[in-house]
């Protein structure tokens, strides 16, 4: 079994603090991939489900619905050059401002 490289273990910090920032705010949030495409998922506070995905040169956030990841009644999309590496810290940033393009004001 290989040892994490430093430069992946510090990724997986960073977005432990941006989901630990998140439940914070009241989301329900998992981090469930690092390597690309990044996927983040769960509940905004609002109870309604999302899915966020970052690869190769965009984001996505997608809420509501059985499945955003699949189908989902809203989705956001936002250019980002280094989308598949995305860090934890610009990861929260962007993802704070997706999500505040959604039309329900309890998010």
Known sequence: ??????WYIERE????RAAATLRIDGWTV????L???VQLEGLLPSGE?????SRHDEALLAVGGDDPADIAPWEVREPCAS???LTGEEGLV?????V???PNPST
Do not use: D, I, Q
Not at 13 to 16: E, N, S
């Open 83 to 85: 989308a598949s590496h």
């Open 35 to 37: 390597a690309a495409p």
């Open 100 to 102: 505040s393009r959604y």
């Open 13 to 16: 910090k960073g977005w432990a």
């Open 1 to 6: 079994m290989s040892e994490k490289s430093n």
């Open 49 to 53: 489900r999302f899915y966020f995905r």
């Open 94 to 98: 962007m993802l704070r401002r997706m």
């Open 30 to 33: 998992e981090v469930t991939t």
